[in-house]
């Protein structure tokens, strides 16, 4: 490879690496607070609070309106400008955008609802965006944030009742396993991030929530049997029900709590009401309507094998799903005996979607009606949503970080010591060579620091340890490197010369040694759990990112000292002249 391919290698390492550090840099060290406390809640209190903070936000305006009518906009409404143009911009020619935006022309050409929509948005926007950026950055573990931990156990009763006959070893394998992915899929609506779940025992699954987690809405996703399930809807009983309900003038519930109204007669027997909802912008499930369901499930969500996101031969999206062999012929007698009827989704008691019946189905099967957002959403409902086995909340507990901020404090105090101990030791040592070796350590640490959060690894104690051993190794490649071309120059050759063949020479030793340590951290990533596993993973980054550093970034800088600033002679070493 060229000079200038390095070059442009390099420079796009490092480019790929800051995109994908400054989340982390913007989480830690830009975003207040406060801002990454409220969005660290469930998305229905993001809701709530955005809801609230737009009324008080309003009230502020119209306060602002009516005492300093002519003062302009404060900073914290600048958003509003924008709005506030678009409403002008609808206007005939004659209406003139003002020069100066004060509280009251912001709502001069627009409704209360509209002005509260758009203070609402913003709040939305702000807390969504962030809490979608805490996706895409370097996490804290447990031992460094504190955080929940919830030991459940798999009722394995419930699972024999459920498949008519004592489960094997494996059945009951496979179904905590399943138990696992699903309890992942359902975790980030409860505003927690990165959780640790893994099986401990043969039935007990061990979860572990980074930071700050309210107990109750973790409960809430545990307690939940995740039942997915298929249910025909009696349109005509559904007519009627809507009706009575108009037209009901008794205060209080009108359905009990399996979801028969309290008064006989409303909606045949075998049926219950049950509420439809969909996703707002907030992506909470909001109420819509009632639908007349059958009791009984007519088909059992356990039946899907898989379900995917797909396109129509027009580019709409739709979701496909396929059954096993017995809920195969299920749906299949169930599709030919309800043709023109509507198949609702029904998740946690919930109507999650419905879908009109054209023809006869078996096994694949396929559903249209939704926009791209929503079929991935239902098709990940569809895959995970039947829980194969409840689950029993056996302990839960409020875990404090073992050293918390000290932790992190004492962890960069460790890199900042190591890394200026090894920098000074490399000047002294090998004089301007020491230079070109302490800017690939420091290059180091960026590419390792942008690599872990590229792969959104979780960093704890034991991966700060990592780190730290990670620097005090970075510099071994460059110091076989350096002492190959000691030996070299000592023989009489040209600076140019003495360099290309120390990189030679040295490269086999570099890779073998940093080879085996590889293979060391990938058996530990493998074979360790938790903390283990943190320390292989950054040590295992570390060696990739050092060999890079070494043998391809401080030969750059060596061939750029001696072609473009004319450098003669090698400064390695006090002996060496």
């Known amino acids: ?31 207040p ?39 302009p906009l404060p900073e914290e409404f600048a958003y509003l400008k924008k709005f506030a143009k678009r409403n002008y911009d609808l206007l005939p020619p004659e209406y003139k955008t003002p020069s100066r935006w004060t509280a009251a022309n912001v709502q001069e050409y627009a409704t209360t609802a509209e002005v509260l929509a758009a203070i609402e948005e913003h709040h939305r926007d702000e807390l969504l965006g ?4 805490s996706t895409r950055i370097l996490q804290l573990g447990l031992d460094l944030s504190g955080g929940m931990s919830i030991l459940l156990k798999a009722d394995l009763d419930n699972l024999a009742e459920r498949l008519g006959r004592t489960p094997t070893a494996e059945e009951e394998a496979d179904a905590i396993n399943r138990a696992i992915e ?40 545990l307690r939940g049997k995740g039942s997915l399930n298929f249910h025909i809807v009696n349109d005509e009983a559904t007519e009627a029900w809507n009706q009575y309900k108009a037209s009901a003038t008794t205060p209080g519930p009108l359905l009990n709590s399996a979801g028969r109204p309290l008064e006989e007669g409303i909606v045949p027997l075998g049926y219950v009401v049950r509420g439809y909802y969909a996703s707002d912008s907030y992506n909470v499930d909001t109420y819509q309507r009632d639908l007349v369901i059958t009791e009984i499930p007519d088909l059992d969500g356990g039946h899907i094998v898989d379900a995917v996101v797909g396109s129509d031969t027009y580019g709409r999206p739709v979701i496909n799903f396929q059954l096993d062999s017995e809920g195969g012929e299920i749906f299949f007698q169930l599709t030919s005996a309800n043709r023109n009827k509507t198949l609702a989704i029904v998740l946690e008691d919930k109507i999650k979607a419905g879908a009109r019946i054209n023809d006869a189905i078996r096994e694949n099967v396929q559903m249209s009606g939704f926009n ?14 039947a829980m194969p086995v409840n689950l029993q909340i056996i302990n839960q507990q409020s875990i404090g ?18 890394f200026v101990l090894v920098v000074v030791f490399m000047l002294f040592y090998y004089l301007r060579a020491g230079l070109v070796a302490d800017l690939a350590l420091i290059l180091n640490l960026y590419i ?58 040295a490269f086999w030793t570099i890779m073998d040694s940093n080879i085996t340590t590889f293979i060391a951290a990938v058996f530990l990533s493998q074979l360790g759990t938790g903390p283990v596993q ?44």
């Open 130 to 133: 962030i809490k979608t950026a």
């Open 401 to 418: 970080a073992s050293m918390g901020e000290d932790a992190i404090n004492q962890g960069i105090r460790g890199v900042t010591i190591a």
């Open 448 to 505: 390792i620091l942008g690599i872990l959060s590229a792969f959104h690894l979780t960093l704890t104690l034991t991966s700060i340890a990592g780190l730290i051993l990670t620097v005090g190794m970075a510099v071994d490649a460059n110091v076989i490197i350096f002492e190959r071309i000691k030996e070299e120059y000592r023989l009489g050759k040209s600076r140019e010369a003495s360099i290309k063949a120390g990189f030679a020479k």
């Open 33 to 71: 607070r406060e801002k990454i406390e409220l969005a660290s809640r469930s998305r229905q209190q993001i809701r709530d609070y955005a809801r609230e903070q737009a009324r008080q936000d309003y009230q502020t305006l119209q306060n602002l309106r009516r005492t300093e009518p002519d003062s």
């Open 534 to 577: 943190g320390f292989a993973y950054t040590l295992a980054v570390g060696i990739v990112s050092s060999m890079f550093t070494s043998l391809f970034v401080s030969r750059l800088l060596f061939d750029f000292a001696t072609e473009t600033l004319k450098l003669k002679k090698v400064s390695i070493g006090w002996r060496i002249k």
């Open 1 to 31: 490879m060229n000079k200038r391919a390095r070059t442009l290698t390099v420079i796009l390492a490092l480019g790929v690496c800051g995109i994908f550090l400054y989340p982390t840099y913007n989480w830690y060290f830009r975003l």
């Open 182 to 221: 699903i309890l992942n899929s359902r975790i980030d609506q409860f505003g927690v991030t990165e959780p640790e779940i893994r099986k401990q025992g043969d039935s007990q699954i061990l979860i572990e929530i980074p930071g700050a987690a309210d107990p109750d809405r973790v409960n809430s996703f």
């Open 372 to 385: 791209r957002k929503e079929a991935e959403d239902l098709s990940v409902v569809l895959r995970t949503g």
